[in-house]
C-alpha cells in the first residue's frame, strides 16, 4: 500500500496532534509509516503544514508538490491552497470549513474563500472531496473532526477506528483524552 | 498516555515513532553523555523538550541552556576537559556565535570527548540564512557524521561519542531541518545506567591547554589533524557508507544526508535508474571508497545541498588519481540554493541528464490565496507595542528590527524594523546610521533573551562611545520564538528556581542615563515615553513589557482557565475606520463582504488590548 497524505492549517490549530495521531495509527494498523511537520515559529497564525507517508517505498519524509493522495486541511483558505500546491487529480480532499482570513483579506485586498470555490475547483480536478462543518465543544478539537471524518469514512484501508483511539491514547491523557474520545466517538456515529 | 521520559531511561531495547531530536536524546543517554547544553534555536529546541520530559533527579547528565551558543560551547569544553562527556547543541547560526571558541577545540586534549550537534537550515526554514556550516568544521579540523533520517541520528551519535572518546576530540553530527523533525520507528539499543562518577580528571600537563605563540601552537595543530587522519582511516570502513547497485556502468551519483531520500525518490521515475553511493561522513572522506566507485562509472554525478564542499574534495582526489570519470557538479546558482527537497532533486537531476526522468510540472494547478506568513499572536504585546510606537515617529524616521518574535513587525501593516542581520546587531546597526543622520531619529528593537545573548555590547558601546538613539527593549520575560525558554531575566532556569536579572538595574549599571519602562498594553504612555526618548540627546532605553500572552494563556489553560471573555465589534456604532484591521492588525478581526467587521471565537483571547484603538469605540467586551 502506498499513501501520501499532505496536512495543512494555521499555526494553532493543532495539526501536530493530528498528523502524529495518524502515523500512530498507521503503525499500529501494521503499516509503514513516516512524516514530517514543518514546524513553523512559536507564533500562531502562520501556515503550518505535515507530510506523512504511507508504505514501503516511501524515502523522503516530503511529499513532492502535485502528488499527495489526500489532504487535509483545518481551515478553508488552506484546504484550497493544499488542494493546488500538492493533491493529485482524481484524490481526496477533507477540510474542515472555518475561515481565519489571511492578512490580504483582511485588508481588504483579496476576497475570502468560500465552500463553492472549493468545489467548483474539487469538480474540475475529479478530486473527492469531504466538506467538515460539525460543531465541536473547543475551536482547539476541530482536528478531531477530521480525525472522525477519517476513520468514519474508512479513508486510509486498513486503519480502523480503533488504531486512531490507540493512537490517542499513545499521545493524551485524562480529562483532554476523554474529551477527545467523546468527540470521536460521536463523530463515527454522526 | 506514553511517557516520553519513561521510554528514554528503559534499559532493554525498545522501538518507537520518534522525531530525529528525540533519537539523539535515547543516543546522548546510551553513549555516556554527561554535560549537555544549548541555546535554543530552531530546528533544534525539540532536544531539550524531550531532556525535559525526563525529570530532573533521574537525569543521567546534567543540562542547561546558556546565555548564547558561545558560553554553551565553553560549559560543554570545560566539562570535557574535566573528563566527561559532552554534547553542546544549537541552530546553524549558533556556530558563528561559538565560533572563536569552537575553532579552538580540535588542538586540545578533550579527555572525555565532545559531540556538538548542529541543527543546520538548508532552506532557511527558521533561520536568517542557510549556511552551509561543513566550511566552518573543517576550518577548525572537526569531522562530520551526516545523518538521512532519525534512525541515522541515533546510531551515527553513537558511532561519534565512540570516536569522541577514542581520540578525546570533537566530533559534530550535523542534522538539518527535515532530519530533526522527521518521525519514523527507531529501533533503540540497550542502557547501561553507570553511576557518575566525580573523580576531577582535569590536569593541565594531560594537554597542552595554553595556546600561545608557535611553540604550542604548532603541536597543538600537529594533534588536531593527526586525528583528522585517525578519523579518516574510519571513515573509509564506515558502514554508513552504503550503495544502491542498480549495475549501471555508465552513470552513478554520490551523495549524503536528506538528498538521498529526496534522490530515492526521484528515481522511481527513472527508467534505468544511475548507481548511488550514500556517504556518511562529509568530512574527511572515505578516499578510497569514493575513487573506486568513480573508477567504475563513466559519469558522476555529485549531489549535495547547498555549497559544493564535496564536490570540491572530489574533483580534487580525481585529479590525483588522474581518473578519467567525468564529474558532474553544480551547474548553476539555483543549484546552490535551497533544501534539496524531492522536487529539487528531481529537477537537479533532469537539468543533470534530461533523459533520466519524464518532463513534470510541480507548480500550483489553480488559483491559491495569498500567503499566510507567520504573524504576532492574538494579545501579543509586541503588537501594541509597535502600534505606540509607531505613533510617536515620523514616516521618515528609521527602525531597525532585531531576532524575534518582534522581528515580525516588519510585515504589513506595523513596518517597523527596516534591516536584521542577525541576533543581537540592532544597536550596533542602529549607531551606525545614526551617524551623519541628524534628520531622522533611529530607533532599534530587541528582545530578552537576545538582550543577555548578545545585545550587551552593542549596548556598552552606545554608552561609551555616546551614540545618539533609542533602543525599545521588548521584554516579555521568555525566549518566545523558538518555544517559550526561560532565560536570565525569568527567574528560572531550566532546571529550577533562579535570581533573575533586572534589566533596568543592569542598564543602570552599564550606565544607560536615560530608562524608560512601560507596559506595552499602555499605548498611550508608550507613545509618550517614545517621543521623549528620542528627543533627548544620547542614547535611550524604553522597555516595552508584557507577558508573552501564548504563554500566558496556555499556562492558563493547564491550571483549568480558558479564556474567559472575548471582545465584539458593535455594529451600531462601527464606522467602518478599519482601525483595528489595517492599523492595530489583531487578527481577530474579519472582515465581511458587506463592510462589517466581526472578531473570530477562534482567536481571540480577550486581552482587550485593541480596545483603545478604536476611536469610536466600538470594540468592547462580549461575555461568554
Ligand atoms: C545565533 C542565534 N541563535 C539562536 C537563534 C534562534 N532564535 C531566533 S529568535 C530567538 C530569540 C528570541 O527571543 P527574544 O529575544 O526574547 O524575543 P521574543 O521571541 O521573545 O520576542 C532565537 C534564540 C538565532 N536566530 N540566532
Ligand atoms: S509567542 Fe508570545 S511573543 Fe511571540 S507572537 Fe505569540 S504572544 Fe507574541
Ligand atoms: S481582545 Fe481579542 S481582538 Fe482584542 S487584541 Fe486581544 S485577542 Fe485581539
Not at chain 2, 527513472?270 to 562509472?297: C, N, Q, R, W
Not at chain 2, 504576532?376 to 521618515?396: E, I, N, W
Request: proline residues 5%; charged residues 25%; aromatic residues 6%.
Amino acid at each position: 500500500m502506498k499513501l501520501d497524505i499532505f496536512v495543512i492549517g494555521v499555526g494553532g490549530q493543532g495539526i501536530g496532534l493530528l498528523s502524529e495521531t495518524i502515523i500512530r495509527a498507521a503503525d499500529h494498523a501494521g503499516l509503514t509509516v513516516k512524516g514530517v511537520d514543518t514546524h513553523g515559529l512559536a507564533q500562531r497564525g502562520g501556515m503550518v503544514t505535515s507530510h506523512i507517508r504511507i508504505g514501503e517505498d516511501a524515502f523522503s519524509p516530503l511529499i513532492m508538490p502535485g502528488l499527495a493522495d489526500m489532504v487535509l486541511a483545518l481551515e478553508i483558505h488552506e484546504a484550497l491552497r493544499g488542494l493546488n500546491t500538492y493533491l493529485r487529480d482524481k484524490g481526496t480532499l477533507v477540510y474542515y470549513s472555518v475561515s481565519l482570513q489571511t492578512l490580504n483579506v483582511r485588508l481588504g485586498k483579496e476576497k475570502s474563500v468560500t465552500i463553492d470555490d472549493i468545489s467548483r475547483e474539487c469538480k474540475m480536478r475529479s478530486v473527492k472531496e469531504y466538506a467538515v462543518s460539525r460543531e465541536v465543544p473547543d475551536p482547539r478539537m476541530q482536528n478531531i473532526a477530521i480525525l472522525g471524518t477519517l476513520a468514519r469514512e474508512r479513508l486510509i484501508d486498513s486503519v480502523e477506528p480503533r488504531h486512531y483511539e490507540m493512537a490517542l491514547e499513545d499521545l493524551l491523557s485524562g480529562k483532554v483524552l476523554e474529551l477527545n474520545l467523546n468527540l470521536f466517538h460521536s463523530i463515527l456515529a454522526d | 498516555m506514553k511517557s516520553l521520559g519513561e521510554m528514554l531511561l528503559r534499559k532493554e531495547p525498545f522501538s518507537e515513532i520518534v522525531m530525529g531530536d528525540t533519537a539523539i536524546v535515547r543516543a546522548m543517554i546510551e553513549a555516556g553523555v554527561r554535560v549537555a547544553t544549548s541555546y535554543p534555536g530552531s530546528p533544534t529546541p525539540e532536544i531539550a523538550e524531550a531532556i525535559a520530559s525526563v525529570p530532573f533527579d533521574q537525569r543521567p547528565f546534567y543540562f542547561e541552556f546558556s546565555t548564547n551558543e558561545k558560553v554553551a560551547l565553553e560549559v560543554a569544553f570545560g566539562a570535557s576537559i574535566n573528563g566527561h562527556l559532552s554534547c553542546p547543541f544549537f541552530k546553524s547560526v549558533g556556530l558563528n556565535v561559538a565560533a572563536d571558541s569552537f575553532v579552538q577545540l580540535s588542538m586540545m586534549d578533550l579527555l572525555g570527548g565532545m559531540v556538538i550537534v548542529l541543527g543546520d537550515d538548508p532552506g532557511a526554514n527558521s533561520s536568517q540564512n542557510e549556511q552551509d556550516n561543513r566550511h566552518l568544521a573543517r576550518l577548525a579540523y572537526v569531522p562530520i557524521f551526516e545523518p538521512a533520517t532519525p534512525k541515522e541520528a541515533y546510531e551515527m551519535f553513537l558511532e561519534a561519542a565512540d570516536l569522541a572518546k577514542k581520540h578525546h576530540m570533537p566530533i559534530i553530527v550535523r542534522l538539518t531541518t527535515h532530519v530533526c523533525h522527521a518521525k519514523e520507528k527507531v529501533g533503540f539499543g540497550h542502557w547501561e545506567p553507570r553511576p557518575l562518577d566525580k573523580t576531577s580528571r582535569f590536569d593541565p600537563k594531560t594537554g597542552c591547554y595554553i595556546p600561545l605563540t608557535a611553540a604550542t601552537v604548532y603541536p597543538m595543530k600537529r594533534r588536531a589533524l593527526q586525528n583528522i587522519d585517525a578519523v579518516k582511516k574510519y571513515a573509509e570502513d564506515s558502514p554508513f557508507n552504503t550503495t544502491v547497485d542498480n549495475s549501471n556502468k555508465e552513470r552513478g551519483i554520490i551523495t549524503i544526508g536528506l538528498p538521498f531520500l529526496s534522490l530515492m525518490d526521484t528515481l522511481q521515475f527513472a527508467d534505468s535508474k544511475p548507481d548511488v553511493l550514500k556517504l556518511g561522513m562529509v568530512y574527511p572522506l572515505p578516499e578510497k571508497t569514493i575513487v573506486d566507485f568513480m573508477a567504475s562509472h563513466e559519469e558522476v554525478k555529485i549531489l549535495e545541498e547547498l555549497d559544493n564542499f564535496i564536490e570540491l574534495e572530489i574533483k580534487s582526489l580525481a585529479f590525483d588519481h588522474g581518473l578519467k570519470t567525468k564529474i558532474l557538479g553544480k551547474k548553476d546558482a539555483e543549484d546552490w540554493i535551497g533544501e534539496y527537497v524531492p522536487e529539487k532533486v528531481y529537477q537537479v537531476m533532469k537539468k543533470t541528464w534530461n533523459d533520466l526522468l519524464p518532463e513534470t510540472d510541480f507548480s500550483p494547478k489553480g488559483v491559491l490565496p495569498s500567503p499566510r506568513p507567520p504573524q504576532l499572536c492574538p494579545g501579543c504585546g509586541h503588537r501594541s507595542a509597535f502600534y505606540a510606537v509607531k505613533r510617536a515617529l515620523k514616516g521618515t524616521d528609521i527602525t531597525v528590527a532585531d531576532i524575534g518574535c518582534h522581528t515580525l513587525g516588519y510585515l504589513e501593516p506595523h513596518e517597523m524594523g527596516q534591516v536584521l542581520l542577525c541576533m543581537g546587531h540592532s544597536t550596533g546597526t542602529g549607531s551606525g546610521l545614526s551617524l551623519f543622520n541628524d534628520e531622522r531619529k533611529v530607533v532599534a528593537f530587541i528582545g530578552d533573551s537576545t538582550l543577555f545573548h548578545a545585545g550587551l555590547p552593542g549596548i556598552i558601546n552606545a554608552v561609551f562611545n555616546r551614540h545618539n538613539l533609542t533602543l525599545v527593549i521588548m521584554e516579555n520575560g521568555t525566549t518566545a520564538m523558538t518555544g517559550h525558554q526561560d532565560h536570565p531575566g525569568s527567574g528560572k532556569n531550566f532546571n529550577g528556581p533562579t535570581d533573575a536579572i533586572s534589566i533596568k538595574k543592569m542598564l543602570e549599571g552599564l550606565g544607560v542615563n536615560s530608562v524608560r519602562v512601560v507596559d506595552a498594553y499602555s499605548q498611550e504612555k508608550l507613545t509618550e515615553a517614545i517621543k521623549e526618548a528620542v528627543s533627548e540627546e544620547g542614547f535611550s532605553v524604553v522597555i516595552a513589557t508584557h507577558p508573552c500572552m501564548l504563554k500566558f494563556t496556555r499556562e492558563q489553560r493547564r491550571k483549568g482557565k480558558g479564556v474567559e471573555r472575548q471582545v465584539s465589534v458593535d455594529k451600531e456604532k462601527c464606522e467602518h475606520i478599519y482601525e483595528c484591521l489595517k492599523v492595530f492588525a489583531c487578527p481577530t478581526f474579519q472582515l465581511m463582504d458587506d463592510g462589517s467587521v466581526i472578531t473570530s471565537k477562534e482567536l481571540c483571547i480577550g486581552d482587550g488590548s485593541c480596545i483603545q484603538t478604536c476611536p469610536v469605540r466600538a470594540i468592547g467586551y462580549q461575555d461568554k
